[in-house]
């Protein structure tokens, strides 16, 4: 207990006039100097024994302060050795779980897509020859381009359909990605899938080759299906590392006016409801202005679900963005040409520098596409463009996915994509 300094004044100032007193009774016998000097040496005597009952009662109550710090530290120590105990064990539980989890949808996927390979199997063997459509302009280069020009006569479309068959039913259906990035940041925030088909030798080919043969004999469901399947193994894996990222998949015409297919596709992806907010389905123009009712409210079923939808191949901008939001459309992609001098050309109602005022009222974001300079990427920003892709910021790349099937062959324009966050 701590004396107060007013007590302790009180009792110094009382042991004074005691030994004052005793002086001066002594001083009646032996003479003031004796008294004085005994009345000096009693108030010292006094004063230390009061010192030294003072430090001894101080050592009593820091021993006893000392002892409950110790006991508080043997506590802190117990509890934090259990808590240690107790993050370990929930660590391994959870890195258990996790395991088993990630284990549960490795298997799941890889059922999925055995499943897909007969799917594949049984519609491509039943598929017959279609009247080829005139093809696109060949690209020069790459390894496509033997395919486009020999096939660009309709010479060998057997051949052709047979390829496309084999690698539908073997699983040689690539995935490959291209970054969209945000402007002016240049900071990554999709990627967009595309798929290629390689042939028993390897040679990749291109969508401009084979959706028209794919289309005619009814495969391109096939195909729509294992990109999709592809995009939801990547979004499992960035998924565990962020959710900032999400990927557009392309999905045909074909696929979204198959009436046996898309039902079973929608509760595929109702049943994947929590990669709505990372998966964006992208369908051209041409597609979804020739959807039809029944189209349409397949799109807004897509929607509904919570997933975004795109438009690309965008060749007229006399749209009824309206009606496109109302179906649950969230992206516009508008190649970087047409945005720089080909507005009014493509039936623009504004100018450039109001078109993306005009998306931002009906809640659609802008996406430049075939963006392949810095000069572009000025008049873009000119125009308060939200995102751009192309091959300025990154060309589509193959995606190992060791996981599922065996490595992939890459090529030169190719190499695997690592899986990092740009930044």
Request: charged fraction near 20%.
């Amino acid at each position: 207990m701590t004396i107060p300094a007013a007590t302790k004044g009180l009792l110094t100032l009382t042991v004074f006039f005691a030994c004052a007193t005793l002086g001066a009774a002594l001083a009646l016998f032996t003479g003031w100097p004796v008294a004085i000097l005994s009345g000096v040496v009693g108030f010292v005597c006094v004063q230390q024994l009061a010192m030294g009952l003072a430090r001894r009662r101080d050592k009593r109550a820091t021993a006893k302060e000392m002892a409950h710090l110790r006991r508080m530290h043997l506590e802190f120590e117990t509890g934090l050795s259990e808590t240690r105990m107790r993050l370990g064990e929930l660590g391994g539980l959870i890195e258990t779980r996790a395991s088993s989890q990630e284990k549960k949808i490795v298997a799941e996927l890889k059922v999925l897509e055995s499943l897909m390979r007969d799917f594949a199997g049984r519609i491509s063997r039943q598929a017959q020859p279609a009247p080829l459509p005139a093809p696109a302009a060949a690209p020069t280069g790459g390894p496509a381009s033997a395919y486009i020009t020999s096939f660009a006569g309709g010479q060998d479309r057997n051949e052709l359909l047979e390829t496309i068959r084999s690698s539908l039913e073997e699983n040689r259906v690539d995935l490959y990605l291209q970054p969209i990035v945000s402007l002016p940041q240049r900071k990554l925030r999709y990627y967009e899938a595309l798929s290629r088909l390689r042939d028993a030798g390897g040679a990749v080919i291109m969508p401009a080759q084979y959706i028209n043969v794919a289309s005619a004999a009814g495969l391109m469901s096939v195909v729509d299906n294992l990109l999709l399947f592809r995009c939801v193994q990547v979004l499992r894996r960035l998924a565990a590392r962020t959710r900032e990222i999400g990927i557009f998949c392309n999905i045909s015409a074909a696929t979204l006016s198959d009436a046996e297919f898309f039902p079973q596709f929608l509760d595929y992806m109702a049943a994947n409801k929590d990669l709505s907010g990372l998966i964006i389905f992208e369908f051209s123009q041409e597609t979804v202005l020739k959807a039809g009712a029944a189209g349409e409210k397949n799109l807004a079923r897509l929607a509904e679900m919570g997933f975004a939808l795109s438009m690309d191949h965008v060749q007229t901008l006399a749209l009824d963005f309206v009606k496109l939001k109302r179906i649950g459309f969230n992206h516009l992609k508008v190649r970087a040409q047409t945005l720089v001098e080909g507005m009014s050309g493509a039936g623009a109602a504004v100018a450039a520098e109001d078109f993306k005022k005009l998306l931002s009222r009906h809640g659609l974001n802008l996406i430049a596409e075939r963006v392949e300079d810095e000069k572009t990427v000025l008049s873009l920003l000119d125009y308060a463009v939200d995102f751009a892709q192309g091959y300025l910021f990154g060309e589509p790349r193959a995606v190992r996915d060791d996981a599922s099937r065996p490595a992939i062959a890459m090529t030169e324009t190719a190499p695997v994509i690592p899986f990092k966050r740009a930044s």
